[in-house]
Nanobody, 120 residues
């Protein structure tokens, strides 16, 4: 079975930084996209950043210039470096992967999420 496990969340002061990691494991044949969503209480889940196989990363307008997504294809791992954090960045951040297992079809998988809280 495919599993995505996030790490790196926590409490940070405004202006601080955090680095999130997400490792995918299991019988994975190909990963087409890895990325991050976030959801704050009372708000819809939104795409934060995505890293497709062609390397053409994309970001939500609200995080451009502050967040950087990277990917280690060999390790099936994606990272999100978050700098200049703001209180409005507070949310549960969930990793996702668009992938195919051996002898399986292409589909999306999700991690459990990691809490990021930006507060004094």
């Amino acid at each position: 079975q495919v599993r995505l496990v996030e790490s790196g969340g926590g409490l940070v002061q405004p202006g601080g930084s955090l680095r999130l990691s997400c490792a995918a494991s299991g019988s994975i044949a190909s990963i087409y996209v890895m990325g991050w969503y976030r959801q704050a209480p009372g708000k819809q889940r939104e795409l934060v950043a995505a890293f497709p196989s062609d390397g053409r990363t994309s970001y939500a307008d609200s995080v451009k210039g502050r967040f950087t997504i990277s990917r280690d294809t060999a390790k099936n791992t994606v990272y999100l470096q978050m700098n200049s954090l703001k209180p409005e960045d507070t949310a549960v951040y969930c990793c996702y992967a668009d992938l195919r297992q051996f002898f399986g079809s292409r589909r999306d998988y999700w991690g459990q999420g990691t809490q990021v809280t930006v507060s004094e």
